[in-house]
């Protein structure tokens, strides 16, 4: 069955450096997102990627964030300089929009952790 | 502020029993509606979906939808051990139909006693 992959699995990063998730979504999937969930808090929205520009982002997706599609197949998020307040799981997230459903499937996640 | 309520738990049922899990939300737009499973330190498994007025069933799951309530509930049947986790749920509001985005409830936390 096909999935979501995203990487590296854990990164450790020092405040005020640059990292950049890497995934993969389903490959025939049009539709593509990233949340995070900081420990204990609830999965929140960041930003949604559709036909090769974003469609929406929320408060937290500032101009520190950015997103890309490099290739036919991965899917990025970029955090500039990073904060102590950005660390958090980072999902990944893809559907196919051919329902009304839009069932988005999750990736396994990118633990941040910024020193 | 779009908000999706849940009871935090921890709830607790002994195994066989029926769990049932509870969501409110505040959009009249959202479109559809989410459980999602989180194990600890893993990422929100869809197990299921509805998005009309009902019931829909899936095994020992079913889901139940009331739109005018604006209440979703989840109902899990003979309960084991390996369900204890939490459950998330999502509403979808879409976006010009492209795709939506998902609003998280905080997640309720099951625990299935052997």
């Known amino acids: 069955e096909p999935e979501v992959t995203q990487t590296p699995s854990h990164q450790v990063t020092q405040m005020g450096q640059e990292v950049i998730l890497r995934c993969v979504p389903i490959?025939?999937?049009?539709?593509f997102y990233w949340y995070r969930q900081i420990l204990g808090q609830k999965v929140e929205f960041l930003v949604s990627?559709?036909?090769?520009?974003?469609?929406?982002k929320s408060e937290i997706f500032d101009d520190q964030f950015s997103v890309e599609r490099p290739d036919g197949s991965n899917f990025t998020l970029k955090i500039r300089s990073t904060k102590l307040e950005d660390s958090a799981m980072y999902f990944c997230?893809?559907?196919?929009?051919?329902?009304?459903?839009?069932?988005?499937?999750f990736g396994p996640g990118t633990r941040l952790t910024v020193t | 502020q779009k908000e999706v309520e849940q009871n935090s738990g921890p709830l607790s049922v002994p195994e066989g029993a029926i769990a049932s899990l509870n969501c409110t939300y505040s959009?009249?737009?959202?479109?559809?509606f989410f459980w999602y499973r989180q194990y600890s330190g893993k990422s929100p498994e869809l197990i299921m979906s509805?998005?009309?007025?009902g019931d829909k069933e899936d095994g020992r799951f079913t889901a139940q939808l009331n739109k005018a309530s604006q209440y979703v509930s989840l109902l899990i049947r003979d309960s084991q051990p390996s369900d204890s986790a939490t459950y998330l749920c999502a509403v979808n509001l879409p976006l010009y139909n492209q795709g939506g985005k998902l609003i998280f409830g905080q997640g309720t936390e099951l625990s299935v006693k052997p």
């Open positions: 490959s025939n999937h049009l539709y």
């Open positions: 959009d009249r737009g959202s479109q559809s």
């Open positions: 990627f559709y036909n090769n520009e974003i469609s929406e």
């Open positions: 997230a893809s559907n196919s929009n051919r329902d009304i459903l839009y069932e988005q499937y």
């Open positions: 509805i998005y009309s007025n």
